[in-house]
Structures are given as C-alpha cells and as structure tokens.
C-alpha cells in the first residue's frame, strides 16, 4: 500500500522565501500547500490534510500568532512551526505557550530546519498511534468484562 507523502502548509508574504521552501521540501519527498497570509492559509489548511504548518510570524492583517490559534481552534492536534525574522525570546515563548511545536529565525538553516520537521511529524505520528492504543484498550476495557460474564453463564448452565 501506497502511502502519500506528509503534506506541509507554508505560510509566508515572502514569494521567494516560500518558492525556496517548496522547493526544498518537495525535494526531501513532501508534498507542500502555499499560502501568502492568514486568511487564505485558514482556507487551504481547511481543504487539505494537512500535516505540518510552516508559519511566518509577522505578515500583513493576520500575523502568524493569531494564524496559530485559529488553526488549533480547527484542530487542536495540529502542529505548527513559527518561522520569523523578527524572533524574540518573548515571541518564541509566547508562540511555544499558544501551542507551537518550535520557533525558528530566519535566515533559516534548511538542514536545521528539515530536523525540526522530522522531529515534529515523529511527534504527531506517536500522538496518533497513541490515540489509536487508547481506543483499543477502551474497547478491551468494555468488550472482555463481557465475553467473560457470557463465559461464566455458559459454563453454568452447562451444569
């Protein structure tokens, strides 16, 4: 079975810093969504799965703090990594604070970077096998205590 590759959100006013990511992600085998500002980030990140998002932190009308509450309002698994280069260890806290997996300043080191990626989407895998584990030891949890009092039935009634 096929797998797609994991799909990443870039969101940045920069049409060359944005150009640059693509590029590079699609190279390392992922499939990438560019957006130019907020409100057209909020719609792609509705209309694609998206795994990752990669958000500038100051960009015109809604700035990537605002961005990243929205998108947890949507998702509150979401991952996101603030990308700035405005980076302030006051941002970054505040950033880390409403949810962000990590804050980066530009200029960004790609390898740097590509780290940071792979170590937020391990993340997010452990998150969802963990629910899937969850849900199964519910189910366990319900269904054995059952079999069980049918078990005990049968045998007494056998005599």
Same mark, same amino acid.
């Given at each position: 079975? @096929? $797998?797609?590759?994991? /799909?990443?959100?870039?969101? !940045? ?5 944005? %150009?640059? +990511? =693509? ?22 990140? @509705? $209309?694609?799965?998206? /795994?990752?998002?990669?958000? !500038? ?5 809604? %700035?990537? +703090? =605002? ?93």
């Amino acid at each position: 079975m @096929r $797998q797609d590759p994991p /799909r990443i959100l870039v969101v !940045d006013d920069d049409s060359q810093f944005c %150009d640059l +990511l =693509e590029e590079y992600l699609v190279e390392l085998g992922y499939a990438v969504v560019i957006a130019r500002d907020g409100p057209e980030a909020l719609e792609k990140f @509705r $209309q694609n799965r998206v /795994r990752l998002v990669l958000s !500038d932190l100051q960009m015109p009308g809604m %700035d990537g +703090l =605002e961005l990243l509450d929205r998108i947890k309002q949507i998702d509150p698994q979401a991952t996101m990594i603030m990308l700035t280069g405005f980076g302030t260890i006051e941002t970054a806290v505040d950033a880390i604070k409403n949810g962000a997996y990590d804050f980066v300043t530009k200029p960004v080191k790609l390898e740097h970077l590509q780290l940071i990626i792979t170590r937020a989407l391990e993340k997010d895998n452990l998150q969802k096998q963990l629910g899937r584990l969850r849900g199964t030891v519910l189910m366990l949890l319900v269904f054995i205590p059952f079999w069980l009092f049918v078990g005990a039935w049968l045998a007494l009634r056998l005599i």
